[in-house]
């Protein structure tokens, strides 16, 4: 009797822990590239679609989307992302531009930031960060991105 | 007085990345560059790249923190998909290889393809500044190319030599020659 009260508890506890567990702001990365794509009137345009391979000096974009689920408002959203190590950071492409870091503890503009005794450059760069202003507002949500290219 | 003639740079364009060969000592050249500033070895063929991010955000007073998924991408071979040799030979007026005023220099373009073959191919070769173009002296494998934007694969305005090789289907070498006379 005993041990079956323990395993209703048991089961009751994992059947409730996904509900407990749900993340109300759910993120999701991607990496993407630019292609050419031709167009009937035999101009090319630059569209970037998910990538699977690229080469050394590719230019790639990195993504992350965030959208909030719950439904209440999230304060103080950051999203920090270690830049790949066979990556290099060059410039913002969507949203607002990062934070920079080279060392992942102190974030700045790059002008600001010394590796060694130099002036960091942005292939420098090892973290980029973005600090949400606003509040998720439930429902809301957004995206930014970062392009460099594959060293 | 020759060196100056030396080398002439020739270049080889695939139809999907513009992939660029020099030859001789323009690729030394640049070999020294990279060496000089110090630019990092490219990254490994078959090396996966993972993006992942960490965030955090506050609900209910507490911070809370997680997570992304990881994004990958795999960095393809850099094995070039063609490679471009430029040779040359030189005949004086009076037979020998002595680089004279007059002397005749054939320059010879040897494309070497993967297997995988290439799309696109053209060979590009601009005529050494101050050397004069022999008219139809051009050929391909071989075979005389007419100097003319015409039928064939080549043509030549004086100033630069282009032949078109179009799509190539397998490993295969295709060569090119033209003459030029020094001044």
Redesign the interface.
Known sequence: MRSNALITLLLVAAAAAPVSAA???R?????L?EKRVAAADGTTRVALSP???????DP?V?E?R?RNV?R?S?????????V?R??AYRAPRTGPAPELSVDGRSFGPIASLRVGNRAATLADVTHVRWRLSDP?TAGGGGEFAFQAV?? | MFPRFLPGTAFLSLDR?LRRHTIGRHLAWLAVACAASGA?A??APG?V????????????GD?RQ?R???????????EAAASLVKSQTVRAPDGSATPASGAVVTYALAATFAAAGARGAVIEDPVPAGTSYLPGSMTLDGAALSDAADGDAGDCDGRLIRVALGDVAAAVTRTVTFQVRLP
């Open positions: 993340e109300p702001l993120l999701e990365t991607r990496i590239a990538a699977t391979r690229a080469g050394p000096g790639v990195v992350v965030y719950g209440q999230l304060g103080g959203v950051v999203i920090a992302n270690p790949p066979d990556l998720v594959v060293r | 990345r990092q490219q990254t090396t790249i993972t993006n992942v991010a960490d965030y955090s955000y506050v609900l209910d911070r997680g992304t998924n990881a994004a990958t991408i795999t960095v393809e071979g850099t």
